[in-house]
């Protein structure tokens, strides 16, 4: 079975704290994704990579950015952390059609 | 603009009958379809897909409906079972082999009443 690990479940951070939020995945998949949960809202793709060091921008990427260094690891960085980025954060991880999610870090700036 | 649509927010239904979660799609690139149950504080967990060269697929309880022409599919889960109540996730992809991101619907939340 695909493992989509996200290194934290619960995160509180103040506000203009620089976030990293990891994930990790053990199945060799090229193409990994971060989404951001909202209520009424859904999930929304903030930011993708199909090889390391690649990355493409979501529908939602302002006020983060990525890191891809290696095949399995994907970073997702909040830069300088805001009360609306409070969230759940979603990693996927994926091959051909399906998609497989890490269980989420739920985020709270204060 | 919303391509993939979930118009209702949440559904009861009673333990033992037939749940019918709804989804259109405006995209006409999308031909992959897929349906994620997520329970609260947990990532989504994969249900069931669909090709857009297909119809109908069944697993199990879980048989998932597409209609292309009305841009529709539907998911229909029988006989309910309380393990069942979650929200529910509809996500299409185009053909992009698996680079490019799914698009989510808003998600159902399902209440399966004892």
């Known amino acids: 079975d695909v493992k989509v690990t996200q290194s934290s479940r619960y995160l509180v951070k103040r506000t203009g704290e620089k976030v990293f939020l990891e994930c990790v995945q053990d199945?060799?998949?090229?193409?990994m994704f971060w989404y951001r949960q909202d209520p009424g809202l859904g999930l929304r793709l903030i930011y993708f990579s199909y090889d390391v060091k690649m990355k493409e921008k979501g529908d939602i990427p302002e006020g983060y950015s990525v890191s891809r260094e290696k095949k399995e690891r994907f970073s997702l960085i909040l830069e300088s952390a805001s009360t609306n980025q409070t969230s759940m954060y979603l990693c996927?991880?994926?091959?051909?059609?399906?998609?497989?999610f890490g269980q989420g870090t739920r985020l709270t700036v204060v | 603009d919303q391509q993939v649509k979930q118009n209702s927010p949440s559904l009861s239904v009673q333990e033992g009958r037939i749940s019918i979660l709804n989804c259109d799609y405006t995209n006409s690139m999308f031909d992959y379809f897929l349906w994620y149950k997520k329970y609260p504080a947990e990532g989504p967990t994969f249900l069931i897909s669909i090709s857009s060269i297909k119809d109908k697929n069944e697993d199990g309880r879980f048989t998932v409906f597409l209609n292309k022409s009305a841009k529709h599919l539907s998911l229909h889960i029988v006989p309910s079972q309380p393990g069942d109540s979650a929200v529910y996730f509809c996500a299409a992809s185009g053909s992009g082999g698996g680079a490019d991101g799914l698009t989510f619907g808003k998600g159902t939340h399902l209440i399966i009443q004892p």
């Open positions: 996927a991880s994926r091959l051909g059609q399906g998609a497989f």
């Open positions: 199945m060799d998949h090229e193409n």
